[in-house]
């Protein structure tokens, strides 16, 4: 059985559609770990309102692809994602520009205490370590 990517990736909806932005990048956790952070964003009840980001959409994705002949069995992959997708403020109410929104997370430049929080230090961490909440 191949391994099992479990990837997590932050996009701009409607950059991605609009402007043809790709997603972030932002590395792997376990199933288990995926699953974990999406009820800690369950958790968080509301984004606040001094905040970029007006919200934040977290999807959890499972799926595999299995090929059977008469001769064989063959699993060719099963990938888990969570796609976490940021809904911007209008710009004059955020620090920088929507569409340098994700590269500024991935720099460790975003200054949003609620993005630091619950979105950069957990996937950024290095860059945001000497960052407060």
Not at 93 to 102: A, I, Q, T
Request: proline letters at 4%; hydrophobic letters at 30%; a positive charge.
């Amino acid at each position: 059985m191949k391994k099992i990517e479990n990837d997590i990736e932050l996009i701009d909806f409607l950059g991605s559609w609009l402007h043809g932005k790709k997603p972030l990048h932002c590395g792997t956790l376990s199933e288990r770990q995926l699953k974990r952070y999406l009820k800690h964003l369950y958790k968080i009840g509301k984004v606040p309102q001094d905040s970029c980001i007006e919200s934040i959409e977290a999807c959890f994705f499972n799926s595999g692809k299995v090929a059977i002949s008469q001769t064989d069995r063959d699993l060719q992959y099963w990938h888990n994602s969570l796609h976490i997708d940021l809904r911007y403020k209008p710009e004059q109410e955020c620090k920088c520009k929507p569409e340098d929104c994700l590269r500024n997370i991935e720099a460790g430049k975003c200054t949003d205490p609620f993005m630091i929080k619950h979105i950069c230090k957990k996937f950024f961490a290095e860059k945001y370590k000497d960052k407060q909440k």
